[in-house]
């Protein structure tokens, strides 16, 4: 099995930084696309950045000049630097990859984390 373990989640005043931390293991072959994705209260699941294998990298606009997603492919992890934040970022952030495991040849599962609590007091 696979499984992604984010943490680094927490409370900050509007402003703060926080950094995302999510952790890959299990039967992997290879990890491609990685992302980050935030669900508020009421609202729907919504992406905030990827990164492909290679390092290129995709946000949204809410937080593009906030927010850096970077990746370390020895470690089989990915992180969000999260700069200026505002009370609107408060939100339960999963992380995502794009996984090719060793029991399934040439077949990509899309794994999800059980997600971390990311809240910004105004």
Not at 6 to 31: N, P
Not at 56 to 75: C, E, L, M, P, Q
């Amino acid at each position: 099995q696979v499984q992604l373990v984010e943490s680094g989640g927490g409370l900050v005043q509007a402003g703060g930084s926080l950094r995302l931390s999510c952790a890959a293991s299990g039967i992997i072959f290879r990890i491609n696309d990685m992302g980050w994705y935030r669900q508020a209260p009421g609202k729907q699941r919504e992406l905030v950045a990827t990164i492909t294998r290679g390092g290129s990298t995709n946000y949204a606009d809410s937080v593009k000049g906030r927010f850096t997603i970077s990746r370390d492919n020895a470690k089989n992890m990915v992180y969000l630097q999260m700069n200026s934040l505002k009370p609107e970022d408060t939100a339960v952030y999963y992380c995502n990859a794009k996984i090719l495991t060793l029991v399934a040849a040439g077949i990509q599962y899309n794994f999800w984390g059980q997600g971390t609590q990311v809240t910004v007091s105004s």
